[in-house]
């Protein structure tokens, strides 16, 4: 496909990501491409589309993105907090394949995004993080321990930081059952069902539920 032909069927509105998701997988010039449009053009339409195209591909075939993991891991030190978005995404997509263990080399370095300059950013990281969690267990005592002092790490406001905590309860509903000292975790619970955040005492409650099931 000509590169001009791509570009407009990237940016076309009525984008069909799943039948150029299904090119790409079968077509290694077309997939380098793809990954060039969505890690360094400036055009928001080709490098956004470029990304739904990858994180569909990616789910079905994440071995065929690996190589492009340093593409990916660039993003995070990006100007524009949506390509930091998008590198911290499909980078969570590849956890599972990461044969060579380069997310342990850039653990701090992701995880210190849970107090980007963008609010939108560290809720993206805090979300990824459970993702992340499913495959690589062995940074779950890590993650726990940092997400644990949410209220020091950040510099949001009060209420934005109460909002993470919707997002980081999430994150320790998949891991209680493989922590052996979940006390911690239960005062966190526990503090969050008086938040100031409605949606956080709504998921704290319903997890709350879920354990005493």
């Given at each position: 496909?000509?590169?001009?032909?791509?570009?407009?069927?990237?940016?076309?509105?009525?984008?069909?990501?799943?039948?150029?998701?299904?090119?790409?997988?079968?077509?290694?010039?077309?997939?380098?491409?793809?990954?060039?449009?969505?890690?360094?053009?400036?055009?928001?339409?080709?490098?956004?589309?470029?990304?739904?195209?990858?994180?569909?591909?990616?789910?079905?075939?994440?071995?065929?993105?690996?190589?492009?993991?340093?593409?990916?891991?660039?993003?995070?030190?990006?100007?524009?907090?949506?390509?930091?978005?998008?590198?911290?995404?499909?980078?969570?997509?590849?956890?599972?394949?990461?044969?060579?263990?380069?997310?342990?080399?850039?653990?701090?370095?992701?995880?210190?995004?849970?107090?980007?300059?963008?609010?939108?950013?560290?809720?993206?990281?805090?979300?990824?993080?459970?993702?992340?969690?499913?495959?690589?267990?062995?940074?779950?005592?890590?993650?726990?321990?940092?997400?644990?002092?949410?209220?020091?790490?950040?510099?949001?406001?009060?209420?934005?930081?109460?909002?993470?905590?919707?997002s980081i309860l999430e994150v320790f509903s998949i891991v209680y059952?493989?922590?052996?000292?979940?006390?911690?975790?239960?005062?966190?619970?526990?503090?969050?069902?008086?938040?100031?955040?409605?949606?956080?005492?709504?998921?704290?409650?319903?997890?709350?539920?879920?354990?005493?099931?």
């Amino acid at each position: 496909m000509d590169n001009n032909v791509l570009i407009e069927e990237i940016k076309k509105k009525d984008l069909d990501v799943g039948k150029l998701a299904s090119i790409v997988i079968n077509d290694k010039t077309l997939r380098d491409k793809v990954v060039t449009y969505a890690t360094t053009s400036k055009d928001i339409m080709l490098y956004y589309h470029s990304y739904y195209i990858i994180s569909d591909a990616s789910k079905r075939i994440p071995h065929l993105f690996y190589n492009y993991w340093d593409d990916f891991e660039a993003l995070l030190d990006d100007n524009n907090s949506y390509k930091r978005d998008i590198g911290m995404t499909i980078m969570a997509k590849l956890v599972s394949v990461d044969v060579d263990n380069k997310f342990e080399r850039i653990f701090d370095k992701y995880i210190s995004l849970i107090n980007d300059k963008k609010f939108m950013t560290a809720e993206c990281c805090i979300i990824n993080l459970k993702t992340i969690l499913i495959s690589k267990e062995e940074f779950i005592y890590k993650v726990v321990n940092t997400l644990l002092r949410i209220d020091e790490i950040t510099s949001y406001t009060t209420k934005q930081t109460e909002v993470l905590k919707s997002s980081i309860l999430e994150v320790f509903s998949i891991v209680y059952y493989k922590i052996d000292n979940k006390s911690e975790i239960d005062k966190f619970i526990d503090e969050c069902l008086t938040s100031i955040s409605p949606k956080t005492r709504k998921k704290a409650k319903k997890i709350k539920e879920t354990l005493k099931d």
